[in-house]
């Protein structure tokens, strides 16, 4: 049972976050510019902003499984492991972030981050399949599944945006606004529609 309980809140978590991750990446430009881009924060300001979004959301699969991770250790009786390994990968991060800052800047920070919740999320994992039987090959199948069907998102949320700002005056909030709702909303219905194809049970 507390196999059956993990893997489905691990399927669960895949399924939403994974094309999340995709769309805020391909759409941080126009969060952005949504949510700062006005007054005197110009567009260097915004591309820099936007890429660190970027770096930032490519850790969200990572920080999402983390809690998950960790709670089934503490389900287990073990809260030592989980302090033990965020010790190691916040460490990892603060070495990642020196690296990095100095020549990409803001941006370093970002993907140090990102990379101290891949290690974080790794580790756990490792560990945690030597404590329980987990059977890998539906959940292997499963995240190939919903990657097929995130990255044909990925394609169509692209062309409904390049579409839209044909028809949208992209100098204006409620431009990029209706260009981000439209390629929001179509990435959403192709993913979906694709899951439910794949025969999806989430």
């Not at 669960?12 to 881009?37: K, T």
């Not at 960790?70 to 690296?99: C, D, G, H, W």
């Not at 890998?136 to 990657?147: C, S, V």
């Amino acid at each position: 049972k507390f196999t059956l309980y993990f893997t489905k809140a691990l399927r669960s978590i895949l399924f939403f976050i994974v094309p999340i991750v995709l769309g805020v990446i391909l759409l941080r430009a126009q969060i952005v510019r949504m949510i700062l881009g006005s007054g005197y924060f110009g567009w260097q300001q915004t591309i820099d902003t936007a890429d660190t979004l970027g770096f930032l959301a490519a850790g969200l699969v990572f920080t999402s499984v983390v809690p998950l991770l960790a709670r089934s250790f503490y389900a287990l009786q073990n809260t030592k492991i989980p302090m033990y390994v965020t010790i190691v990968t916040v460490a990892a991060s603060v070495a990642a972030a020196e690296i990095l800052a100095p020549s990409m800047g803001i941006k370093g920070l970002g993907l140090a981050f990102s990379l101290g919740s891949f290690v974080n999320a790794v580790i756990l994992y490792i560990i945690l399949r030597t404590k329980i039987s987990l059977d890998e090959g539906p959940l292997i199948w499963f995240l190939a599944k919903i990657t097929l069907a995130s990255l044909v998102m990925a394609i169509g949320l692209q062309e409904i945006k390049f579409l839209a700002a044909i028809f949208v005056d992209m100098h204006r909030f409620w431009g990029v606004f209706t260009q981000t709702m439209l390629a929001a909303l179509g990435a959403a219905l192709i993913y979906l529609l694709l899951c439910w194809i794949f025969n999806c049970e989430e």
